[in-house]
């Protein structure tokens, strides 16, 4: 079964600095990968995905995720943090191969904390 | 607009009631979701409907009925709930027909059972 680990429940970072939210992901076959941000009260919203292609995926809000096969990692980055940030973040798999509707299995979440 | 409606936002309801919830998309994508998010926890998927036609049902109790009555809308009906099922219920929906496509979700409706 398809399964992603995020290992921090929370990470802190100071407004302004770099920040790193993890995430490790355990597949049979292609990886297909999500990061979704979850703010209070409201649903998901979608940030990036990593299909196939370059490592290096950017997506919304200035946030981007590095693909490492190695790893197996799929960490997401921003280069300078933003109070406004600050919300929970999932990583997330698609649950069987590449065509048709499928569902996504998340990661347990970790709250990013941007402190002024 | 990548929009996904749901009404309503906040449910309360009895063990005996019944009640139906709402997804709404016009974004002409033919793949609609439905996930229960326990509080702290991420999302599980429910059920997977396929133009128009149910493809994945997640081993969910028959008190959840899945419906798809056309192509942007969903419902979920429910019957002789448990408190257990108190919950946030989101629905997401997305194109089908690439290789791997984003699913877009609503705001979720968050239903109390007592």
């Known amino acids: 079964a398809q399964s992603v680990a995020q290992p921090e429940d929370q990470v802190n970072v100071a407004e302004g600095n770099p920040l790193t939210v993890k995430c490790t992901y355990s597949v049979s076959g292609n990886p297909y990968l999500f990061w979704y941000v979850q703010y209070p009260n409201r649903g998901l919203q979608f940030l990036l995905k990593y299909i196939t292609g370059d490592n290096l995926v950017k997506g919304s809000y200035g946030f981007e995720a590095e693909f490492n096969k190695s790893q197996t990692s799929f960490h997401l980055k921003k280069p300078s943090a933003l109070v406004s940030d600050s919300a929970l973040y999932f990583c997330?798999?698609?649950?069987?191969?590449?065509?048709?509707?499928?569902?996504?299995?998340f990661g347990k979440g970790t709250h990013l904390i941007i402190q002024p | 607009d990548t929009e996904v409606t749901q009404t309503p936002k906040h449910l309360v309801m009895g063990m005996t009631n019944k009640k139906s919830l709402k997804c709404e998309q016009h974004?002409?994508?033919?793949?609609m979701y439905w996930y229960k998010q326990k509080a702290k926890k991420p999302p599980e998927l429910m059920f997977v409907?396929?133009?128009?036609?149910?493809?994945i049902n997640e081993s969910v109790p028959s008190r959840f009925s899945p419906e798809c009555p056309n192509s942007s809308l969903l419902n979920l009906h429910l019957h002789a709930l448990q408190p257990e099922d108190s919950a946030l219920y989101l629905c997401?929906?997305?194109?089908?027909?690439?290789?791997?496509?984003?699913?877009?979700f609503g705001p979720g409706t968050r239903l109390l059972v007592l």
């Open positions: 409907y396929s133009y128009e036609k149910l493809s």
């Open positions: 997401a929906s997305s194109r089908l027909g690439g290789l791997v496509e984003t699913q877009y």
């Open positions: 974004m002409g994508h033919r793949a």
């Open positions: 997330a798999v698609r649950d069987r191969g590449g065509g048709g509707a499928d569902g996504l299995t």
